[in-house]
Structures are given as structure tokens and as C-alpha cells.
């Protein structure tokens, strides 16, 4: 019985299905290849979700640097030359006017103590005043050319970043008084807080950002935002721990704000001067004031530590600051006209292009849907 099973099975392999039988062989043989899988390289192309919206005409005459939404007071503070205008954050209508500021940069107004305050680059000055009245409390010397300012709930300090002197001024929210000064370096720009004691401050000339104590104002750390080059606005996101610098090389550079390591980077455009973050809707924004554009990063998503732009929405050219509404998710944009720019001089030797009268305006942008 077994010669003959042995007999059938050699007659097999020596007939004619034994092509067939050697080329099934052959086939399971061969490594088992899984299913080609769609590519994750690349994320797909968020969809633009943002327009403007409204625009609030102020007209006048100057110049401006940074906005302030105050949402206990309902109100937009925005810079302009010497004065500090100021809308209705509902209807964006000009409700009055915080005058005899010379040079205004910033506008931080603290709720809890009924105060405002203004960084005066003219004269190296904070000015207090009170929200309801729009009226001058008091004026405090600072270091020379006061720029950003910053609140921080954690020590109820208010943070004057003097970009000139390279020292920050630690001032209380409740009083306005000097509390201390720190030495940090050169061209000190805007500032974050992380809410549990640690402050932290781009350094336009150094390209680094500082972290130091709220209390104590000890430096802690210098990070360098290599590839970043002369950061500019900065902001804090507490879910990740991120940091955001907008730099002035057209890149929106990721901070771990435990480590001080880069950790990706975003295309941007040219003259920015501000960064907002929308840590709900997960995005980050860049104001381009020389190109007139408007940066949308999404920071939910990244890739080989690159953070994906969801849009690039146009604005208007000047349009370098901005402010986040939280509660609607709104940004707003002071902008205005350009003229010719004056003759070169001596002393300015590169001038900066003069403002049309008149033109002064901030822009309200906003989602077109809410997802």
C-alpha cells in the first residue's frame, strides 16, 4: 500500500501538472507583501476659515505699535502717535480717547484693581489711568525706550520690557510702584507668562528667549530660537507648554517652554511684529505688515516637526500687531495708509514711510466657521 501512495505521488510529479505545481511553489515561496498604505508624510490641507470681517475707521494722524482687548471693560485700546484710542469691542465704535501718552507702544489695563497702564517711548514713562474715566492717575519712570507691556496674574505684576535700556521693570498691578529692575539684555521685545511664576521675553538682537523669575526677576534660562533670527512676538500656550516666537526671517519657531528645545518651525511672512494664540480652536497667527498678510498655523498637527499653515489671508499692508478676543475668536489689526517716505537723514538714515492722515483703522478678522 505504501509503494503504491508512493508510486501515485512520483507518477504526479512526472506528469504534466508538475510545471504548475513547481510555479505554486515558487509563488508561496516569495515574501508576503502587506497592502500598500496611503502616505503620512504629508497632512492634508486644512480648509481657510478666516475673512475680515469689519473694520473700525479712526482716522488721524501717527503712527502705531501694539492693541489691547480689556473684555471686562468691553473695550479695544489701540496705540496711535501720542494718544491711546478707544472702541467699543461690540459695535467698534471710538468711545473715547487717553490722551498726552508720547510715543505710545502698549496698553495693559488689570480689572481686578480698576487700573490701567501705557508705555510711553517718549519719555520713559508708564502711564496709570483709570478704564471708567479715561483719565491720568499717574505717571512712572521706567528704563529708556519702554515698549511691551505684560500682565501676570500669578505675582499681580505688570511687566514693562524697556527695548532700549535692556532691563525690565516689574511694577504693582495694584499701586503702579516700582517693585524691581533686572538688566536682561538688549532690544527686549514682547513678553509671556506661563502662569505659575516664570516670565518669558523675546530678545530681538540676541535671538533667544529669556526666561526669568516673577518674583525674584532671576534669569533662569537663554534659549537660543536658532533658525528663528530676531524674534519679535511671543506667546504661551499652557496645554502644551509651548512657546511661539515670530521671527523676523519669515518663521513662526516652537519653544518647549520645560526644555527650551526647538521643537518645529512655521512659514511666515515679512514684517511681523506680534503672535496671537487661539489655544481652543488649536492655531496661531502671524500679522505680515510688509507683505499685508495674515499667517494661520495649526498647532494641533505636526510633521517631522513642522507646523502645517492652515491659511494665508490677506489684510493690509502695516498690519504687523494684532489681539485675540477669546470668548468669539476675533482678531483685530491697527492699520493705516502709507505716504512717501521723507528724505534720508544723519540721523535716520533709512526713514520710515510717512502715515496718510487720515487712514488710521483697525481691522476686525474673524472665522468663517467654527469648528
Not at 524697556?162 to 532691563?167: E, S, V
Not at 516664570?198 to 516673577?214: K, L, P, Q, Y
Not at 494661520?296 to 489684510?315: H, I, K, M, N, S
Request: aromatic share 8%; charged share 15%; with cysteine.
Amino acid at each position: 500500500m505504501k509503494n503504491d501512495r508512493f508510486f501515485h505521488c512520483s507518477s504526479f510529479f512526472h506528469s504534466p501538472y508538475e510545471k504548475n505545481l513547481k510555479l505554486l511553489l515558487a509563488l508561496l515561496a516569495l515574501p508576503f507583501a502587506a497592502p500598500a498604505q496611503p502616505s503620512k508624510s504629508k497632512l492634508p490641507p486644512p480648509a481657510a476659515t478666516y475673512r475680515v470681517t469689519n473694520t473700525a475707521k479712526i482716522g488721524g494722524e501717527g503712527g502705531w505699535d501694539f492693541i489691547h482687548l480689556d473684555h471686562a471693560g468691553n473695550r479695544l485700546y489701540t496705540s496711535h502717535g501720542t494718544q491711546v484710542d478707544v472702541l467699543n469691542l461690540t459695535t467698534l465704535q471710538k468711545v473715547g480717547t487717553l490722551a498726552s501718552t508720547p510715543r505710545v507702544h502698549d496698553i495693559v489695563v488689570v480689572p481686578r484693581h480698576k487700573r490701567g497702564f501705557v508705555s510711553c517711548g517718549g519719555n520713559n514713562s508708564v502711564v496709570l489711568f483709570d478704564p471708567a474715566t479715561l483719565q491720568a492717575t499717574g505717571t512712572v519712570a521706567v528704563g529708556d525706550g519702554p515698549d511691551a507691556l505684560l500682565y501676570d496674574a500669578f505675582s499681580d505684576r505688570v511687566f514693562v520690557f524697556n527695548h532700549g535700556g535692556g532691563t525690565v521693570s516689574a511694577l504693582s498691578a495694584a499701586t503702579g510702584a516700582v517693585l524691581g529692575t533686572a538688566d536682561l539684555g538688549p532690544a527686549l521685545e514682547v513678553g509671556a507668562t506661563d502662569g505659575a511664576g516664570t516670565i518669558f521675553v523675546n530678545s530681538e538682537d540676541r535671538s533667544e528667549i529669556i526666561a526669568f523669575d516673577a518674583k525674584t526677576l532671576t534669569v533662569r534660562h537663554r534659549w537660543p530660537l536658532a533658525p528663528g533670527i530676531e524674534p519679535t512676538g511671543l506667546a504661551y500656550e499652557p496645554a502644551t507648554h509651548r512657546l511661539y516666537a515670530a521671527c523676523a526671517n519669515k518663521l513662526m519657531v516652537v519653544v518647549d517652554a520645560r526644555t527650551g528645545k526647538v521643537v518645529g518651525t512655521a512659514p511666515t511672512g515679512a514684517g511681523t511684529d506680534g503672535l496671537a494664540l487661539d489655544p481652543a480652536r488649536h492655531l496661531a497667527f502671524a500679522p505680515n505688515g510688509e507683505d499685508g498678510t495674515l499667517t494661520v498655523v495649526r498647532t494641533d498637527a505636526t510633521e517631522a516637526g513642522r507646523f502645517p499653515v492652515a491659511q494665508t489671508l490677506t489684510t493690509a499692508p502695516g498690519a504687523r500687531t494684532l489681539t485675540l478676543d477669546p470668548a468669539t475668536h476675533r482678531l483685530y489689526l491697527p492699520t493705516a495708509d502709507y505716504g512717501p517716505a521723507p528724505a534720508p537723514t544723519v540721523a535716520m538714515p533709512r526713514p520710515r514711510r510717512s502715515v496718510a492722515a487720515g487712514t488710521f483703522r483697525v481691522m476686525e478678522v474673524g472665522p468663517a466657521t467654527l469648528n
